[in-house]
Structure formats: structure tokens, C-alpha cells
């Protein structure tokens, strides 16, 4: 696996700065307007009281400068850390960081930049579902499974058939499939409009009426559904790590339990259990069965409007569940058979507390919440956040959301009892982040990037609870950390952002054996150098590109051989939905108005209204400037103009160019060298890279730049040939533009054809009448139209239709239309 040329040389090259070798961390998805900014600096020698600037990438000017920190002293693989605060810019772009002859890599300010993020993280939870698998569009573990460690049903079938794999190998726990449902479902209760519909429920694309998220959780209820048959009768687990045999693609699966293609399937029993060398230290039912309970009951409360039979018998369930919960207190671990490494999880009140809370929502009834306060007293703190060291999943789930439930169904001394647990948490996690520059105060134990996700969760359900925002510089820090401000400068999450450092060879074999990509995947992240030493098995295929990076203290690995680092998580990729859905923008900036999008771009505005956009465009030609000038001045009329960079800087367009600018007209953008951005025959395949598109765009904004026009006066930005996709309109959001385009229906972007072209030559008056035609036709006429023509054209077309433009105005203007600019109008 290779990552981009360009980000390898933006995350590894050190540069000098003083006789310091310097390396700037930034978030590579980037910042919203209003949030908490700050970059990580790591160098081998002292930067404090340095300058640093930030630089818009599209006009290269600075933009802020502020000082760097003093040194927090050494962290990881750097002798000095030093943290640089540009909280004080909010214009939306895209900028970077100089500190001296360093930079940092391109970064955006943004409204809209965790829209859909939560949604993307479920592309991996499709790709991890068992049976019918839509990421291969094919089936696995269809004859699941058979019931093992039963003194009554061993060896009996159980369709079981569903759910997700939990990583990469294929075994599937009832522990952490619960807890990732839960999550979901969670995410969707308290930020609903953070969801889209694209998919359908068995995963395929296609939107059926119920938002994806509730459609993935469904997944999840089914199976345990399956999973739980009787009162008494709960399952724990499906397969073991004999599964451990072969790096393969599920459908391809082959392991052999003894019954051919079925897989053994284990009952919860409360009981030390392993069918082999090693057993687990089971001692009741409790966390399983509450974890079950939990997932019904908000399940249950969600799903009833969408499917009541459904909700209804998964309600019983989770009373039932609760119920045996209560019948054999204690912890339920999973089972291991010839490896030491089970999930070794050590409470269960959490999942009591979380559970009795959740159903006092389904029945309405408050003794429930009152066991739910019971429970929670007894564990306060998730031992994690007072520990530096914990066995593999010892406390989990790694954020207690029933404190959060108590708290909002409650009232007075309760509600700040259980806040006041939530803040004791924040507060020891807080106390160790103050001992390093990250403000890392999660321990390096495995799956450390699913503690990030839980104290982010924790932390902004707390600030929501309370109004409190002391944390907020915590929750910026572990934010970052996920997308790139961590020693090794990557993102931890596969493919997120798109254009950012982000894993490429994770512990999968869909990737390191099938060269699939598995976008989405919240991966394990670092651990203590002590752990990744003494785990078996573990070993480094592909070279470590962040050789550099690695310490004694903690290490990372984009490696399929590193299992305990790289290796993507069901549940820690379900876990964050949660606070990237809180990201979301509840109104999306932009258009105040009604208007038409076409991938991306402004192709029309409202339909209700009496409105025209008139729109000029120019590369090499300006014959009729003149003359459309004093026709517009005539009729009191503004209208825009884009222009290439080349038009811009050719001096015999400069006296046009003053003259509209004067005259009050929109001066845009039209590339500089009307580059073709994606091809003719296949419009989602690009003709240019980013890095192309932002240059030639910057190139066009520096020659309007020398008429005085920055990217505020001109937000809009019209495409060469009007031709463009959803790249195209992405790239230019991230420069803080807009993209628009012509209303399609009309003629009139024809006034450019010579006689030459044969067929595809239209006549000035063949154009008006196109025009007047749809005027008449079409159901809304030529409202909200964004109509197009050219400011000149070839010399051997004689028949120009600017000669027409003022009979055009004097009709439409005679039928009630007015013509307005979209910069004012939509912004």
C-alpha cells in the first residue's frame, strides 16, 4: 500500500527552522468557525515566543499571527512541544501554517465540515455485516451456527445468521454488537438531523424512508433478536479464535468447527467458559444481558413509529433481559480457545444502570429509573479515566451513557448527583492531559482511540448538561488527536478526510489481501511500546513510515501485520457516531432562499419569483463589452461576469474590466486557464488533481487581485465550460467559494457557435426564441434563471447576440422580470 506522494512529504519532511527540525500538526479535516483552534508543534530544539502566521491558500496572504507556546517539554518521539492558538479565525478557506521556513498542510475553516461525517462512518459498519454482506454483494456465515458449552442443546442448530464481524477476523460478540447498536441508536436520539437517507436496509444503495443510521441499528436488533430466543436462553458469542486461521474475505471463509461451514455458537452461562486451553473469569450474566436490555428498550422507543410489531416484541425483550440480568449478578466475558486474548471485561452495574434507565423511558415507569440510580452510585467513575493501565476491554463500554440518561430524565439533587460523576471523569482524564503538549489524557492501552471517542462523548454530553465550557480545549485536543494532531500526523480513521493522511493498510484482509478500501473504519491507535512488545504475532510487512514518530512510550503502525494498533473496530467506529453527529450543522450556511443544486453547484434560483440571474462570461474574446455595458446602464440592470485569469490579465481587456467594475457589476472567477476540469465522456472522471485546481483558481484570483477584487467581493465561482462534478464543487467549498452554473433549458450558452460547427451552429434569433419559447412552456418560466451568454465570441461568428440583448431585456422586462445579483441575494 502506498499513501500520496504529496501527503508523505507534508507528514515526514522535517524542516529547519533555526537548526530545529519542526514538524506542525494540524486537523485535516479543519476547524468550524466558532470552534477552539490550535496546531501541535513537535521540534528537536525550543520554538517558544516564535511567530507563526496563517496563510489563505487561494490568496496567499496571512491572515492571522499569534505566538507560539512556551514549551511543554518532551512527548513521545520530540524533545519539545509547543502548542500554537489561532482560535481567532473564523472566515471559512483554506489556509496553512508558516513558522518560519515550515508549514503545515492545507487545512479548512468550515460551517458545514461534519455534514454527513457521521453517516460516513457507517460505510465500514455495512462493510462489516454478516449474512448478507452489501460491501461484496454477496453472503457469508449462512449456515450459522451451532449451540456449544449447552447441557442440553449442545451441537443443535440456531439460526443466528446477521449482525457485524467485530474487526477483522470474523468472530462476533454479543457484548460489543449490543454496545454498538446502543451508540447508534443513541446518536440518532439526540441529533436526528445529523442522518441522511441513502441506503437500504439490507445496505444496498437506494433511500427507503428511514434514515441509515436506524436502518444499520436495526441490523444490530435483528441478530440479537436471533441471539436471545428464550427468557433464560441468552447467546454470548459466535465463533472463537480458532477463526484466527486464514486472512480472507468472509464470504470466502473456511474455517472448520467440526460441522462444516456452521460456526459454534456460545450461551451466555455466567460461568467461566473456553472450549480450549484458556477460559475466561465469567461470573455472572449481568453485562451481557444488560447490554442486551439496553439496546431493546431504546431500540424499542425509536424503531415504533417505523415498524410498531417489530418495537413491540423487542420492548418485551428488554424487559426480559433486565430480568435475567437481575438472576446472576456479575461480569459475562467472552470465550477464548487457544489464545490468551478474550475481552476481559470486569463491571456490569454500568450496563444495569443503563439498562433500568432506558427502560424507564420505554414503561414510563420511575421505579426503573430509581434501580438506575441504584447502580450507577456503585460505579461513579469509569475506571478507566483514573487508570494509566487496563486489560483488553476490562471496563467497558468506555463511556457510562446511564449517567447521562439519569441525568436528563432527572431533576434537582439527582440530576447534579450523576452530572457531578460525569465531571469527575472529565476531571482525571483533564488532570493527565495537562502533563503533555497533545493534552493526550487517554492511556496507550489497545484500542486507545476508542477512550478518545468516549471522553469526547462524555465531554460534549457533559457541556450540553451543564453550559459548562471549561473542557473545551480537551475535547479540541482529542478531537484533533482522531484527525491528525498526534505525533504521527495522521488521521485515525480510514479514508476520513478525503484528501488528508489517513490509514491505508490496516489490519484487514479485504485491504492487504484483496486491495479493497475500507472507508469509515475507526481504528485501534496507538499503544503503550510496552504492550505492542509483548503481544505474539505481531510483525511489520510493509516498512514503517513513521519510523521517526515511534517511542518508547507509544507506537503506531498503518501496517496490516499490526494487529493491536491498525486494525479498524466495529464498536469504537459505531461509538463515535455519536459526537460527529453532535458536530453537524442543525442549518447548513449558505443560501437563505429557495434555490436548485446540481452536483453541488447553484444552477437555479427561486421559482416562485419573477427573478433573472444574468450571467457574462470571457476567456479570449470581449468584442461586445461595450456595448452590453451601455445596454445594462440603460436598464438600470446588474449582472455578473466571470472571467479567466488570462482575461483578466490581458491589457486590451483592462479599460472593459475598470468600467464594469465602476459601473457596480459582479466581478468573478472562471479559472485562469479554462482548464477542462473532467472529461466530456465520463463527467466524474478528472481532469485535474486538487492540488491543479486550487492552483489554477488561485492563479485567477491573483489576477483579480490586481483590479481589486478579492475572493470576498467574489464568492461565486463559475467553471470553465460550465462543465464540473462533485470534486469540483467540494474543492471550491473548501476554498470558502461557491460554486453556480447556468439554468439548463434555454439556448443561449450557444452564442459562442461559429457556422463551421454545421448542426451545433445556432443562429442569434434561433437562441432568442429559445429563449422566449421556455418563457412560455416551461411551468415556471424564467424564474429564478440563471441565464448565460459570452462577452465575445470567435471573429467568424458575425451574427453575435449581444446585438440582441437589449430587445431580451425590453420583453422580459415587459412580462415582470427583474434582474438581480446572486451574491445578494443568496448570501
Known amino acids: 500500500m502506498t499513501r500520496p506522494v504529496q501527503t508523505i512529504w507534508l507528514l515526514v519532511l522535517a524542516l529547519s527552522l533555526h537548526g530545529a527540525d519542526v514538524w506542525i500538526r494540524v486537523n485535516q479535516l479543519g476547524y468550524t468557525p466558532a470552534s477552539m483552534k490550535v496546531a501541535v508543534v513537535g521540534s528537536s530544539a525550543p520554538l517558544t515566543d516564535q511567530a507563526f502566521e496563517v496563510i489563505n491558500v487561494l490568496t496567499g496572504l496571512v491572515v492571522y499571527t499569534g505566538k507560539v507556546s512556551p514549551d511543554r517539554g518532551a512527548y513521545a518521539s520530540f524533545n519539545h512541544v509547543h502548542r500554537l492558538d489561532f482560535s481567532g479565525l473564523s472566515d471559512p478557506g483554506l489556509f496553512y501554517i508558516k513558522l518560519s521556513e515550515s508549514q503545515s498542510s492545507p487545512f479548512q475553516i468550515g460551517a458545514e465540515l461534519y455534514a454527513g461525517a457521521a453517516d460516513f462512518l457507517l460505510n465500514y459498519m455495512r462493510q462489516q455485516r454478516c449474512g448478507y454482506n452489501p460491501f461484496l454483494q454477496d453472503s457469508c456465515h449462512t449456515r450459522d451456527g451451532f449451540i456449544v458449552d449447552h447441557p442440553e442443546f449442545d451441537s443443535t442448530y440456531l439460526d443466528v445468521t446477521g449482525g457485524w464481524h467485530d474487526a477483522s477476523d470474523y468472530l462476533q460478540y454479543a457484548t460489543t454488537s449490543a454496545n454498538a447498536t446502543y451508540q447508534m441508536l443513541f446518536a440518532y436520539e439526540q441529533n436526528p438531523h445529523a442522518f441522511g437517507d441513502v441506503y437500504q436496509a439490507n445496505g444496498d444503495p437506494g433511500a427507503n424512508g428511514v434514515p441509515d443510521i436506524l436502518d444499520e441499528a436495526r441490523w444490530g436488533l435483528e441478530w440479537m433478536d436471533k441471539m436471545y430466543p428464550e427468557p433464560d436462553l441468552m447467546f454470548n458469542q459466535i465463533a472463537d479464535d480458532r477463526d484466527h486461521t486464514k486472512f480472507t474475505l468472509p464470504t470466502l471463509d473456511s474455517v472448520d468447527y467440526g460441522k462444516g461451514r456452521e460456526r459454534p455458537v456460545y450461551p451466555v452461562t455466567g460461568k467461566p467458559q473456553g472450549l480450549g486451553k484458556y477460559k475466561n473469569r465469567s461470573t455472572g450474566v449481568s453485562s451481557t444481558a444488560g447490554k442486551y436490555a439496553s439496546a431493546f428498550a431504546l431500540g424499542a422507543d425509536l424503531l415504533k413509529s417505523f415498524d410498531p410489531e417489530f418495537s413491540s416484541r423487542i420492548g418485551q425483550k428488554a424487559m426480559m433481559a433486565y430480568s435475567y440480568a437481575l438472576s446472576d449478578l456479575g461480569v459475562n466475558q467472552t470465550a477464548s480457545n487457544r489464545a490468551p486474548y478474550f475481552y476481559e471485561e470486569d463491571n456490569y452495574v454500568d450496563d444495569l444502570e443503563l439498562a433500568a434507565a432506558q427502560l424507564s423511558v420505554l414503561s414510563g415507569d420511575v421505579k426503573y ?16 479515566m483514573l487508570e494509566n493501565a487496563a486489560r483488553h476491554y476490562q471496563w467497558y463500554p468506555f463511556v457510562n451513557l446511564g449517567h447521562v440518561k439519569i441525568a436528563q430524565l432527572s431533576q434537582g439533587k439527582s440530576r447534579d448527583e450523576f452530572v457531578a460523576y460525569l465531571k469527575s471523569g472529565i476531571d482525571a482524564v483533564q488532570a493527565r492531559a495537562q502533563e503533555n503538549g497533545f493534552l493526550m489524557g487517554v492511556p496507550y492501552i489497545w484500542c486507545s482511540n476508542n477512550l478518545v471517542a468516549a471522553i469526547l462523548t462524555q465531554v460534549r454530553l457533559y457541556e450540553d448538561l451543564t453550559g459548562d465550557r471549561q473542557y473545551a480545549e480537551l475535547e479540541a485536543a482529542m478531537r484533533d488527536w482522531l484527525l491528525g494532531v498526534n505525533p504521527w500526523g495522521t488521521s485515525m480513521i480510514i479514508g476520513f478526510p478525503e484528501y488528508g493522511d489517513t490509514p491505508v493498510d490496516p489490519h484487514a484482509a479485504q485491504t492487504a489481501v484483496f486491495g479493497l478500501e475500507l472507508p469509515g473504519g475507526l481504528i485501534d491507535g496507538p499503544v503503550y511500546t510496552s504492550i505492542f512488545e509483548s503481544l505474539r504475532g505481531l510483525r511489520i510487512v510493509n516498512g514503517d513510515e513513521y519510523s521517526r514518530f515511534q517511542s518508547d512510550l507509544c507506537v503506531y503502525h498503518d501496517d496490516y501485520g499490526d494487529y493491536s494498533t491498525n486494525e479498524p ?33 447553484i444552477v437555479r434560483g427561486d421559482v416562485d419569483k419573477k ?3 444574468l450571467v457574462f462570461t470571457g476567456h ?10 451601455k445596454i445594462l446602464k440603460k436598464h438600470n440592470i446588474k449582472a455578473h461576469f466571470f472571467f479567466t485569469g488570462d482575461f483578466y490579465r490581458n491589457r486590451a481587456f483592462k479599460g472593459i474590466i475598470k468600467g464594469l467594475k465602476r459601473d457596480g457589476h459582479y466581478l468573478g472567477a472562471h479559472s485562469d486557464k479554462h482548464l477542462l476540469y473532467a472529461s466530456w465522456e465520463n463527467r466524474d472522471s478528472l481532469l485535474v488533481s486538487r492540488d491543479e485546481f486550487i492552483e489554477d483558481l488561485r492563479n485567477n484570483y491573483g489576477e483579480m487581485a490586481r483590479f481589486g477584487i478579492t475572493p470576498e467581493d467574489a464568492p461565486l465561482f463559475l467553471p470553465p465550460y460550465e462543465w464540473y462534478n462533485e470534486s469540483i464543487s467540494k474543492w471550491t467549498g473548501e476554498l470558502g467559494l461557491t460554486l453556480i452554473n447556468y439554468s439548463q433549458g434555454t439556448r443561449s450558452t450557444a452564442d459562442y457557435t461559429t457556422p463551421d460547427l454545421g448542426e451545433r451552429y445556432l443562429s442569434s434569433d434561433m437562441i432568442y426564441d429559445s429563449i422566449m419559447d421556455y418563457e412560455v412552456n416551461s411551468e415556471y418560466g424564467l424564474n429564478g434563471f440563471i441565464l448565460l451568454l459570452h462577452i465575445g465570441t470567435h471573429p467568424d461568428r458575425s451574427d453575435k447576440f449581444f446585438n440582441k440583448l437589449d430587445a431580451m431585456l ?10 438581480s445579483l446572486l451574491s445578494e441575494k443568496f448570501f
Open 369 to 384: 429509573l430509581e434501580d438506575a440510580a441504584t447502580w450507577g452510585r456503585q460505579e461513579m467513575v469509569t475506571p478507566w
Open 569 to 601: 473496530t466495529m464498536d469504537g467506529t459505531a461509538s463515535l457516531s455519536y459526537y460527529f453527529s453532535s458536530l453537524a450543522p442543525a442549518d447548513p450556511p449558505g443560501p437563505k432562499i429557495a434555490v436548485q443544486t446540481y452536483k453541488g453547484a
Open 611 to 613: 427573478e433573472i440571474f
Open 620 to 629: 479570449k474574446y470581449a468584442e461586445g463589452g461595450k456595448l452590453i455595458r
Open 810 to 819: 425590453l420583453a422580459l422586462e415587459s412580462k415582470g422580470y427583474r434582474f
